[in-house]
């Protein structure tokens, strides 16, 4: 099962930012915080991942809690290509089959005009 | 970031017959592989683990002889559905890892290769 727990469903003005949190009490210390996002019909694409500290690219920032049990992704300025269902995803770093990623149901974001 | 690619993207095959996907990491080697199933307003189920050189592993209810997957070099893995039926018909996604070994990073996925089963 899934380690994470994500609301179902957020809208976001275009323009704006766009911040979609995730849960992870039971994050373990050394899994880190992945962050994927899957456009219609296509393959989850890669955003961002952590482990303590905060992240930031060119795509987006991710904002780890002091405890890590929970996370935030934010979208600085969302375009209506934001629009997906985005993953939170905790892993732990390291060869072999237990780097896989397991799925769970993610948060769909709408980016309205 | 690194690339991806899955053959074909989607395609159509009669009950019974089997069909072939191809997964290839194009600008790395990927000693392993992942294949994922994903059905209609659902996540992404992992199937299978895909092992450069070895047998594959495969999750709790995924047949092994139904699913064959084949990893012969460090760039291609395949799996083929074998004697399809309607109820196989689903996105077939697969992800491989940069690096051989050690720290992995993050994983890079294919486009997705929709199986229709008439």
């Known amino acids: 099962d899934a380690k994470t727990t994500q609301p179902t469903s957020m809208d976001c003005a275009e323009g704006r930012a766009a911040n979609l949190p995730c849960n992870h009490s039971?994050?373990?210390?050394?899994?880190?915080v992945y962050w994927y996002r899957q456009i219609h019909s296509q393959g989850p694409q890669y955003i961002i991942h952590?482990?303590?500290n905060n992240e930031t690219n060119e795509m987006a920032s991710l904002i780890i809690t002091e405890d890590r049990k929970s996370s935030t992704l934010i979208l600085p300025h969302a375009t209506l290509r934001d629009t997906a269902v985005y993953y939170c995803?905790?892993?732990?770093?390291?060869?072999?089959?237990?780097?896989?990623?397991?799925f769970g149901k993610g948060t769909k974001l709408s980016v309205k005009p | 970031g690194a690339v991806v690619s899955q053959h074909p993207s989607w395609v159509i095959c009669k009950s019974g017959t089997s069909v072939k996907i191809e997964c290839r990491s194009l600008d790395f080697q990927a000693t392993t592989m992942f294949w994922y199933r994903q059905f209609p307003k659902q996540s992404l189920m992992l199937m299978a683990t895909s092992n450069e050189g070895s047998k594959a592993t495969y999750e709790q209810g995924v047949e092994k002889d139904k699913f064959l997957i084949n990893h012969a070099s460090l760039t291609l893995s395949t799996l083929t559905v074998t004697s399809a039926h309607p109820e196989d018909s689903s996105f077939y996604i697969c992800?491989?890892?940069?690096?051989?070994?050690?720290?992995?990073?993050?994983?890079?996925f294919g486009e997705g290769s929709r199986l229709t089963v008439l």
């Open positions: 039971t994050i373990s210390g050394n899994e880190y």
């Open positions: 952590g482990l303590k």
């Open positions: 992800s491989a890892r940069v690096g051989t070994s050690g720290f992995t990073g993050e994983l890079f």
């Open positions: 995803i905790v892993r732990v770093n390291y060869g072999g089959s237990q780097g896989n990623l397991i």
